[in-house]
Structures are given as C-alpha cells and as structure tokens.
C-alpha cells in the first residue's frame, strides 16, 4: 500500500510540463522587456566582430531585473555572430558572489579553458600566463563576465581588473583578444581605480529599471507557456502574480510566485491553476530578495546581521562598536564563542561587500573616525523574522 502510495507521488505531474523552464538559471530566447538593452549592447560590441577589438561593458540594476539573463542570452548571441563571420568568440559568466577571491575567478576562467585545472599551486600572475598561452591556442577572443562585481571589488579591489587590460597592451598577439562586462546592483564606479575606470566609458554604461506590470506579466505568460501544460493556468493568475510583483519591479519573485502556484495547485489535488493558489504562494513566499544571500553566511555572520538589524529597529544606524557589543552578547545567548576584534572587522567588510549591511565614515558632529552602519535594502523587521527563526530555535 505503501509502495503503491510513493508511486503515485511521483508520476508525471499533471500541471506542469517543463519545471526547468521556471530556474532562474533558464535563460529564454526572447526576454521581454529587455529588447532595448540587447540592442544597446548590439551596437557596443559591433566592434569585437568586425574589428578586431575588445570592448567593456558595465551593467547595473536592482534585483530580479534582468541583468545576467540579458548578458547570458547577448553572449549566445555574440558568439553565433561571431561565427557567421569567422571570428571565434568564446565566453565565460562568473558569479563573484561565489567565487569572491581574484584566485577563484581566474581559477574559473581557466577552467572554461582546462576543466582539470588544478585549484591551487599557482599564482595570479602565473596563471595570467597560462591564459594568455589559452587564447592564443584558441585564436579567440574571449568575452569574461563578471557578475556581481562590486564583492569582488569591494574584497580585492580592481588589480584583477587592471590586469586584464594590461595583458592586452603588453602583448600585441593579444590585442583585442579579451572584453568585460561588469554587472553589479549597485554603482561600482567609486570602487575602479583611474586605470580601471578610464576602460569604461560613460556610454559603456546601461542602467536597468524595475520592470513595470505589464513587462511582468508578459514575463509570467512566457513561463506558463514554455512550463505547464495547456489550458492547466486559469485566465487572471498571470494578471494577478504580476500586480503581487509589481512592488518589487522583480521578476525573479514573479517566476517564484507562478512555480509556487503551481505547488499548491498540486498539493491540493486540483486540475487547474486558480487565483487563489496565487494568493496561496504569496501568502508562503518571502522575497528571496535577501534569503538568498543570508544562506550563503557562516553562524557568525548570520548572528552579525541579527545583531545589526535589532539595533536598527528604530534608527538609521548604528556604530561599529555597538555591534561589536551586541554581537558578543548574543553571541553569548546561543552558546557561541564570540570572534575576537579582527575577525569581527573581517567579517563585517564580508556582510558589506555581500550588499546585506552598508557602512560609512561618521561626518561632522561624531566624535573620531567613526565606521556607522545601516541596512537599506530589506526591512530589519523581516531579517529580525527570519534570522531568529534560524539562530534561537
């Protein structure tokens, strides 16, 4: 009986066709919305195929606006180009939230290259080598995409950066061989040296907006579409998913929203997809505008961040020193040794670069050189939420 129950769990689903077409790692051929922005990027890279030359490109926009889907499917399209007209274009996409470190991000190039190229044992230099001796193997020009760039530039700085347009200029059989897109959330303008920033053009530049009702819900009917099966999504749920979205302009959350609905539906044993299993989803998905990023922190972080958003409650920031306490004392309150002082500087340019906290010099009427710091992008009464679910159970 049992046995017979565990099949029936996990037959084919009679709602969705294709829930692969719902990761936000899934990048479509078209991406609504986002037809100017391909364009744009159209124009500027002109010059990689029919020149010879290499070229940069900076990306920016808040969360769920298209930004890595945009570069992700002008990359398919850059290198098919390319082909059509004998230039060999190759490209890597580098998450530097994940790969945070300058050693893990040429480590990542190289294994587009040499996927049993060694972890370690190499310096950045060394390894600047190895993949200047790659691209000429290739006799390609190599297009790397850095994505979230303001960790990597806010925990190494831009010599990595620096670096690339240096391997080009000192090594003519390298001219034109390399380009960079930079995408970050956030203006990293301040965060390139002179030499780094002098590469990147003001018109190199394309800011995002939030995406608008209407754009979202064409967003969500391609995604009905391409991941369930037809007639299953009731007229209205698209309309309704879209307006849940709209405060956010994040279709990211609006895809979460349409495959939660789809869930529910399920759960509840139901043939179609109806409003109120949207409502449903709403009501059980958080914005994984700032879940996504808390996973990725170690206890003490985390205890950090709950420990900055309780002091925020009712302010616009606090000091370095009042978290350093607070820390210690919840630190405390959950069995944890708290870090010492270093470490706890260390970690906090973590929670900074990671975009979670902001930190600034204290201006006039602060006694000293004081760090304070706020959090602008999430309310602290949903990290103070979810943070002491994870860390006081």
């Not at 470190?101 to 080598?129: A, N, Q, W």
């Not at 405390?332 to 010099?361: C, R, S, V």
Request: glycine fraction near 6%; charge should be neutral; proline fraction near 3%.
């Amino acid at each position: 009986m049992y046995m017979n129950r565990g099949l029936n769990i996990l037959k084919r689903s009679s709602i969705f066709k294709d829930l692969s077409k719902l990761s936000f790692d899934y990048v479509p051929d078209d991406l609504p919305g986002r037809e100017k922005e391909i364009e744009k990027l159209g124009i500027l890279f002109r010059p990689v195929i029919y020149n010879q030359m290499g070229q940069n490109a900076l990306i920016r926009g808040p969360v769920g606006s298209g930004k890595t889907a945009v570069v992700k499917r002008f990359c398919y399209m850059l290198k098919e180009a390319g082909l059509d007209n004998k230039r060999r274009i190759e490209w890597t996409h580098i998450n530097c939230r994940t790969r945070k470190s300058e050693s893990m991000v040429m480590l990542s190039i190289l294994r587009h290259f040499d996927t049993r190229f060694p972890d370690r044992g190499f310096s950045i230099p060394e390894m600047m080598e190895i993949l200047k001796k790659h691209i000429k193997k290739r006799e390609c020009h190599l297009v790397i995409v850095l994505d979230e760039a303001d960790v990597l530039l806010k925990k190494s700085g831009s010599d990595l950066i620096y670096s690339f347009t240096r391997l080009q200029e000192e090594d003519p059989e390298l001219l034109g061989s390399i380009s960079l897109i930079l995408v970050s959330q956030k203006s990293i303008m301040e965060l390139l040296d002179g030499s780094s920033l002098s590469t990147f053009k003001r018109t190199n530049i394309l800011e995002f907006g939030r995406y608008d009702q209407e754009t979202l819900q064409r967003i969500v009917d391609q995604r009905i579409e391409m991941a369930f099966r037809p007639n299953v999504v009731e007229e209205g749920v698209s309309e309704m998913i879209a307006s849940m979205s709209e405060e956010y302009g994040d279709a990211r959350f609006s895809i979460e929203l349409l495959e939660k609905s789809g869930m529910v539906a399920e759960e509840k044993g139901s043939e179609k997809v109806t409003p109120e299993h949207a409502r449903y989803a709403k009501a059980d998905v958080k914005s994984f505008i700032f879940e996504d990023s808390i996973q990725q922190l170690n206890i003490h972080e985390q205890i950090m961040l709950l420990s900055a958003s309780r002091l925020l409650r009712n302010t616009a920031y606090c000091s370095t020193g009042e978290l350093e306490e607070e820390y210690k004392a919840l630190s405390e309150q959950i069995n944890k040794k708290p870090l010492g002082h270093t470490q706890f500087w260390q970690y906090m340019k973590e929670l900074d670069a990671f975009g979670l906290i902001n930190t600034k010099k204290s201006g006039k009427g602060t006694v000293g050189n004081t760090t304070l710091i706020t959090i602008e992008d999430v309310p602290v009464t949903e990290l103070i939420e979810y943070l002491e679910k994870k860390l006081l159970k």
